[in-house]
Antibody
Framework: QITLKESGPTLVKPTQTLTLTCTFS??????????VGWIRQPPGKALEWLAL???????RYSPSLKSRLTITKDTSKNQVVLTMTNMDPVDTATYYC????????????WGQGTLVTVSS | QSALTQPASVSGSPGQSITISCTGT?????????VSWYQQHPGKAPKLMIY???NRPSGVPDRFSGSKSGNTASLTISGLQAEDEADYYC??????????FGGGTKLTVL
């Protein structure tokens, strides 16, 4: 079965760079059509899509955050890494990674999420 | 890209039907049949309920259905049950090959 799990710091200081890792099992990111995305959700607020990386290394970013985001994959380790620079308290949120393959931009399996707090 | 527009809240009694709308533009909802719907219970990760406007993943009850007309997609839940009380989010593929979510709708089962 497909599982994903996010890991990374729970607390970062303003201006620091956040690095989150998504470790997955049950699928390969070298299989045609497969992708892994990142979505975040501030406390009590809506979901916000951040980035998506595909099996062929095609990468897509949220236009509003593109300058701060980098998404990479390590197929041999079954991991996807998201980095976000210049963190701010408004970036406090639960960050989810999710699997995509059933159709374009559809996330059919999600990790449990990891809460990241930005505070000095 | 702007978030898709959803009503903040909807409500219904057990057994009734409700519909949640999701309005975008011709660059997202109206331009592609790549609208999805997610259900999220408090403290839980979202769950895919509908993809490609009207397709249900395996295991999703057929009480859940989706449709689209122009720039507005809709999620209908018939035979409302207490367990359906949750937040619902729509999302769409966009002309920039990105993804946009809606602002979310809180469903209350009275």
């Amino acid at each position: 079965q497909i599982t994903l799990k996010e890991s990374g710091p729970t607390l970062v200081k303003p201006t620091q760079t956040l690095t989150l890792t998504c470790t997955f099992s049950g699928f390969s990111l070298s299989t045609s059509g497969v992708g892994v995305g990142w979505i975040r959700q501030p406390p009590g607020k809506a979901l916000e899509w951040l980035a998506l990386i595909y099996w062929d290394d095609d990468k897509r970013y949220s236009p509003s955050l593109k300058s701060r985001l980098t998404i990479t994959k390590d197929t041999s380790k079954n991991q996807v890494v998201l980095t976000m620079t210049n963190m701010d308290p408004v970036d406090t949120a639960t960050y989810y990674c999710a699997h995509s393959s059933v159709a374009a931009a559809v996330f059919d399996y999600w990790g449990q999420g990891t809460l990241v707090t930005v505070s000095s | 890209q702007s978030a898709l527009t959803q009503p903040a809240s909807v409500s219904g009694s057990p057994g009734q039907s409700i519909t949640i709308s999701c309005t975008g533009t011709s660059s997202d909802v109206g331009g592609y049949n790549y609208v999805s719907w997610y259900q999220q219970h408090p403290g839980k990760a979202p769950k895919l309920m509908i993809y490609e406007v009207s397709n249900r993943p395996s295991g999703v009850p057929d009480r859940f259905s989706g449709s689209k007309s122009g720039n507005t997609a809709s999620l209908t839940i018939s035979g409302l049950q207490a367990e359906d009380e949750a937040d619902y989010y729509c999302s769409s593929y966009t002309s920039s090959s990105t993804v946009v979510f809606g602002g979310g709708t809180k469903l209350t089962v009275l």
